[in-house]
């Protein structure tokens, strides 16, 4: 559904009741679950000696749904009130509104702030739009929005195998010849160092806290082979960016979003309780439709990743010479993050030839290297779709002191469809 048709402009005196009224709709509830009751008198005052001069009155489809404070402070556009009467909620205005906020903002050069009760769910929406927590009192959050460093950036890559072609790898899929069987011109380039040839343009758009603040949801469409020459898109207006990894044909292999904070479809993810990792049995199982558990924790994975094997990962597979990716207390490739999923599924069940369908990422915390981390998930489904056996698990990278660093969802083709 669209957003329906929405405008601002300057409040009117004679509307301060009709507003007043929208403001106790609004916000009753969530000021006597913070102070016990709502206070009239008190109210009353407040909104008689608070009221800005420049408040602007917001309506949808012309009537009067609800007002905006603004005021500019050094370095940030300051919203002090975003309230929608609850007949209009849900509808997209808010969101709308503070995305126009944002590219004003980000035209000047600035950012945005703001604060919510604890109680209202309102922060959730400011989450999606990249607030982020800055602090907080008793009652509120306080929240902060960036503007992107820059619109858009991109880099090209020629791509290349990342390992042996051989038919006997982990994944033979990305072998020329088992690739041949399954009717690909050549040895599939994996799905996730691909993603990760995103980081320095994503960087460039979003800044380094993009890697311990920020979430991707990318699928993959078409193929890459070796030697194609890929360009590495991020574009952002706002809130989110989108990303392409474009083909010599400029078709997209990869595309989606990406962008700071939380994602909106960061709770659908599931938090595994079992964490303590566990050895890989000489044995598994063969994943199967009929043997594939339904949300069903996994067997935890120890994964060592020392400075040095950070380094050799980001220059070698990631061609990345960046200094935060190599030397003492280096950050992670969140390429390497995203690669995590498919060896965490082979530490409890074996099966062959798989190609990468989705990659949903939310960074959570700084990922440092020089420690041995936890992988651990849940195996959510498998099922049936045009032929191919697809599995959808949820994981999160784990530091040594417990830390969740990363959380993600995995979709995957685990059994190709037979070729005709």
């Given at each position: 559904?669209?957003?329906?048709?929405?405008?601002?402009?300057?409040?009117?005196?004679?509307?301060?009741?009709?507003?007043?009224?929208?403001?106790?709709?609004?916000?009753?509830?969530?000021?006597?679950?913070?102070?016990?009751?709502?206070?009239?008198?008190?109210?009353?005052?407040?909104?008689?000696?608070?009221?800005?001069?420049?408040?602007?009155?917001?309506?949808?489809?012309?009537?009067?749904?609800?007002?905006?404070?603004?005021?500019?402070?050094?370095?940030?556009?300051?919203?002090?009130?975003?309230?929608?009467?609850?007949?209009?909620?849900?509808?997209?205005?808010?969101?709308?509104?503070?995305?126009?906020?944002?590219?004003?903002?980000?035209?000047?050069?600035?950012?945005?702030?703001?604060?919510?009760?604890?109680?209202?769910?309102?922060?959730?929406?400011?989450?999606?739009?990249?607030?982020?927590?800055?602090?907080?009192?008793?009652?509120?959050?306080?929240?902060?929005?960036?503007?992107?460093?820059?619109?858009?950036?991109?880099?090209?890559?020629?791509?290349?195998?990342?390992?042996?072609?051989?038919?006997?790898?982990?994944?033979?899929?990305?072998?020329?010849?088992?690739?041949?069987?399954?009717?690909?011109?050549?040895?599939?380039?994996?799905?996730?160092?691909?993603?990760?040839?995103?980081?320095?343009?994503?960087?460039?758009?979003?800044?380094?806290?993009?890697?311990?603040?920020?979430?991707?949801?990318?699928?993959?469409?078409?193929?890459?082979?070796?030697?194609?020459?890929?360009?590495?898109?991020?574009?952002?207006?706002?809130?989110?960016?989108?990303?392409?990894?474009?083909?010599?044909?400029?078709?997209?292999?990869?595309?989606?979003?990406?962008?700071?904070?939380?994602?909106?479809?960061?709770?659908?993810?599931?938090?595994?309780?079992?964490?303590?990792?566990?050895?890989?049995?000489?044995?598994?199982?063969?994943?199967?439709?009929?043997?594939?558990?339904?949300?069903?924790?996994?067997?935890?994975?120890?994964?060592?990743?020392?400075?040095?094997?950070?380094?050799?990962?980001?220059?070698?597979?990631?061609?990345?010479?960046?200094?935060?990716?190599?030397?003492?207390?280096?950050?992670?490739?969140?390429?390497?993050?995203?690669?995590?999923?498919?060896?965490?599924?082979?530490?409890?069940?074996?099966?062959?030839?798989?190609?990468?369908?989705?990659?949903?990422?939310?960074?959570l915390a700084p990922a440092r290297a020089g420690q041995t981390f936890t992988v651990?998930?849940?195996?959510?489904?498998?099922?049936?779709?045009?032929?191919?056996?697809?599995?959808?698990?949820?994981?999160?990278?784990?530091?040594?002191?417990?830390?969740?660093?990363?959380?993600?969802?995995?979709?995957?083709?685990?059994?190709?469809?037979?070729?005709?």
């Amino acid at each position: 559904m669209g957003v329906p048709g929405y405008g601002l402009r300057p409040a009117r005196r004679e509307e301060s009741e009709a507003l007043y009224a929208i403001h106790r709709a609004a916000m009753e509830r969530y000021v006597a679950e913070t102070w016990g009751a709502w206070d009239e008198v008190f109210q009353r005052r407040f909104w008689a000696e608070s009221s800005p001069p420049g408040r602007q009155a917001i309506l949808v489809d012309g009537e009067l749904a609800g007002f905006l404070d603004l005021a500019e402070r050094p370095g940030s556009i300051w919203v002090g009130n975003i309230e929608i009467h609850p007949r209009f909620q849900g509808l997209g205005t808010g969101s709308a509104i503070l995305r126009e906020v944002q590219r004003d903002a980000s035209t000047r050069g600035l950012g945005a702030t703001l604060q919510v009760l604890k109680v209202n769910p309102a922060r959730r929406l400011y989450e999606r739009l990249g607030f982020r927590e800055t602090g907080q009192t008793d009652t509120h959050y306080q929240m902060a929005w960036e503007a992107p460093m820059q619109q858009t950036a991109e880099r090209t890559v020629l791509a290349f195998l990342d390992g042996e072609d051989s038919p006997t790898i982990s994944n033979p899929i990305h072998s020329t010849e088992v690739a041949g069987q399954y009717g690909f011109r050549a040895a599939l380039v994996g799905g996730v160092t691909v993603y990760g040839w995103f980081t320095p343009p994503l960087l460039e758009v979003f800044g380094e806290r993009w890697l311990s603040d920020g979430w991707a949801d990318v699928r993959f469409r078409r193929p890459v082979f070796p030697g194609d020459l890929m360009t590495a898109r991020v574009a952002c207006d706002g809130g989110e960016a989108e990303l392409k990894m474009l083909n010599p044909e400029g078709a997209a292999a990869i595309d989606g979003t990406a962008g700071l904070g939380r994602a909106a479809w960061f709770t659908e993810l599931t938090e595994t309780g079992r964490r303590a990792a566990e050895p890989r049995p000489e044995t598994v199982e063969i994943l199967t439709l009929e043997t594939a558990p339904e949300m069903t924790e996994l067997r935890p994975m120890p994964v060592p990743f020392s400075v040095e094997d950070a380094g050799a990962y980001a220059r070698q597979k990631q061609l990345d010479e960046s200094s935060r990716f190599a030397g003492a207390s280096c950050l992670v490739h969140p390429g390497w993050i995203a690669a995590r999923m498919t060896p965490l599924v082979k530490h409890s069940y074996t099966y062959g030839p798989a190609i990468h369908v989705r990659t949903q990422v939310q960074h959570l915390a700084p990922a440092r290297a020089g420690q041995t981390f936890t992988v651990a998930g849940t195996f959510l489904r498998a099922y049936e779709q045009n032929g191919h056996h697809m599995a959808e698990v949820d994981g999160s990278l784990l530091a040594e002191d417990g830390t969740e660093c990363a959380r993600l969802r995995h979709t995957t083709i685990f059994r190709i469809r037979p070729p005709k």
